[in-house]
């Protein structure tokens, strides 16, 4: 996969993927306030547009700063959404690896694969950085697509905010963490 600059459009075998622009806003929370992608953590599903204008603002701010981000996903053969992902630095320094795929294209891989070229760009833009995927226990599909990606599970535990006091959260990470490291991030 070529080193694009990080607002170039990157593509893999399906997908063309952009950094999020001010422009997906309306796609975004179309997606982000779908309760069938928050079945796991329905308090997370956006209830107003401004909620996903704030997340779209510090998801561009990631790319300024740091190279690296979120990026909306579209099918390269016709331009159709297909969600968005990519990774993010955490303030106690780790990438996030984050996907969320709209129902319509969950199931077909498209997480893996934006999973991949994430996984990709983190390795050589910040390679000295871990990458992490948090999620909740009962997310088998986030789970699962982890897994595929080759991280493995480093910690488990109590969810701490999760409004749902029996919510279970899994960390996985491409590399061990240390015990420091992993009490901050699971903190946060």
Same mark, same amino acid.
């Given at each position: 996969?070529?080193?694009?600059?990080?607002?170039?459009?990157? %593509?893999?075998?399906?997908?063309?993927?952009?950094?999020?622009?001010?422009?997906?806003?309306? /796609?975004?929370?179309?997606?982000?306030?779908?309760?069938?992608?928050?079945?796991?953590?329905?308090?997370?599903?956006?209830? /107003?547009?401004?909620? %996903?204008?704030?997340?779209?603002?510090?998801?561009?701010?990631?790319?300024?700063?740091?190279?690296?981000?979120?990026?909306?996903?579209?099918?390269?053969?016709?331009?159709?959404?297909?969600?968005?992902?990519?990774?993010?630095?955490? $303030?106690?320094?780790?990438?996030?690896?984050?996907?969320?795929?709209?129902?319509?294209?969950?199931?077909?891989?498209?997480? %893996?694969?934006?999973?991949?070229?994430?996984?990709?760009?983190?390795?050589?833009?910040?390679?000295?950085?871990?990458?992490?995927?948090?999620?909740?226990?009962?997310?088998?599909?986030?789970?699962?697509?982890?897994?595929?990606?080759?991280?493995?599970?480093?910690?488990?535990? $109590?969810?701490?905010?999760?409004?749902?006091? /029996?919510?279970?959260?899994?960390?996985?990470?491409?590399?061990?963490?240390?015990?420091?490291?992993?009490?901050?991030?699971?903190? %946060?």
């Amino acid at each position: 996969m070529p080193d694009a600059s990080p607002l170039s459009p990157l %593509t893999t075998d399906r997908l063309v993927l952009t950094a999020v622009e001010p422009s997906d806003v309306d /796609e975004l929370y179309a997606l982000h306030a779908d309760p069938r992608v928050w079945t796991h953590f329905p308090s997370g599903r956006h209830t /107003e547009r401004t909620q %996903t204008e704030r997340d779209v603002a510090a998801y561009r701010a990631d790319w300024d700063r740091d190279g690296v981000g979120y990026w909306t996903a579209r099918q390269r053969d016709d331009g159709a959404f297909v969600g968005v992902g990519g990774v993010r630095l955490r $303030p106690p320094g780790v990438l996030n690896l984050y996907y969320r795929v709209d129902p319509s294209h969950q199931g077909l891989g498209f997480a %893996t694969e934006l999973g991949r070229a994430a996984l990709d760009v983190a390795r050589r833009r910040l390679p000295d950085v871990p990458v992490t995927a948090y999620l909740l226990e009962h997310n088998h599909a986030s789970r699962a697509t982890a897994e595929r990606l080759g991280l493995e599970l480093v910690w488990r535990g $109590p969810d701490a905010g999760n409004p749902d006091p /029996e919510a279970v959260r899994l960390v996985y990470a491409d590399r061990p963490l240390g015990a420091e490291l992993l009490a901050l991030l699971v903190r %946060t």
